[in-house]
């Protein structure tokens, strides 16, 4: 069983058109996060839910939307999609560190990428 | 200044080498200390982690974390092809996880 699942794993699309990807974990996590990684592995966080509510809200355009119907589902809307988006978006879940003695490990996704021609 | 600071290399060694990777940082309000793995189109994986200052082995892997340097170390014995991948450092307080930009590293047989 696949512990954070992710799709579509490859997106291509024009400019100016709109996309979503979901994101499901299995783990029982609390939290589930959004990161971008772009062409040169830099991986930047976008948002953060902790219990279906936003905790980290990075400065990312207002054209991503996150939404997350439970504590298991975190999806990721784009609107108006840009050249610029093109990147490897990776979802991913884990506990907050402490809870339990644990580290607030990420699991992450395979990740989607995506291509905006 | 970015939080934290890692050449992105790449690395190339043969294999058998001894590898060393290392990030800085800045935010001393880190606590936990990791790294990650990345194969080529997969997502990272967490390789080892380090809470507070001090070391930690596992087979070939040993992380070292000085607080007061704010640098963080992984260190790999006898290197091996299936080695090969993008190696992030990672680091966080309670709620904010930062990576490092990562290394690329290649083993050569």
């Known amino acids: 069983d696949t512990a954070v699942s992710q799709t579509p794993k490859y997106l291509v699309t024009q400019m100016g058109n709109d996309k979503s990807i979901k994101c499901e974990q299995n783990?029982?996590?609390?939290?589930m996060y959004w990161y971008k990684q772009d062409s040169k592995k830099f991986l930047k966080i976008m948002f953060s839910?902790?219990?279906?509510?936003?905790?980290i809200n990075e400065t990312v355009p207002n054209r991503f939307s996150p939404k997350s119907p439970d504590k298991a589902h975190l999806n990721l809307h784009i609107n108006s999609l840009e050249l610029g988006d093109s990147a490897v978006y990776f979802c991913?879940?884990?506990?907050?560190?402490?809870?339990?003695?644990?580290?607030?490990?990420?699991?992450f996704g395979e990740g989607s990428r995506l291509t905006v021609l | 200044q970015k939080e934290v600071e890692q050449d992105p290399g790449p690395l190339s060694v043969p294999e058998g080498a001894i590898v060393s990777l290392n990030c800085t940082y800045s935010n001393s309000a880190f606590q936990y200390f990791m790294w990650y793995r990345q194969y080529s189109r997969k997502g990272p994986e967490l390789l080892m982690y380090?809470?507070?200052?001090g070391n930690k082995e596992d087979g070939r892997f040993t992380a070292q974390v000085d607080k007061s340097s704010k640098y963080i170390s992984l260190f790999i014995r006898d290197s091996q092809p299936s080695d090969s991948a993008t190696y992030l450092c990672a680091m966080r307080d309670n709620n904010d996880m930062r990576f490092g930009a990562g290394t690329r590293l290649t083993v050569k047989p």
């Open positions: 380090t809470y507070s200052s």
């Open positions: 839910y902790n219990n279906k509510e936003l905790i």
């Open positions: 991913a879940s884990s506990h907050l560190a402490g809870l339990a003695g644990g580290t607030g490990e990420l699991f």
């Open positions: 783990l029982g996590h609390d939290t």
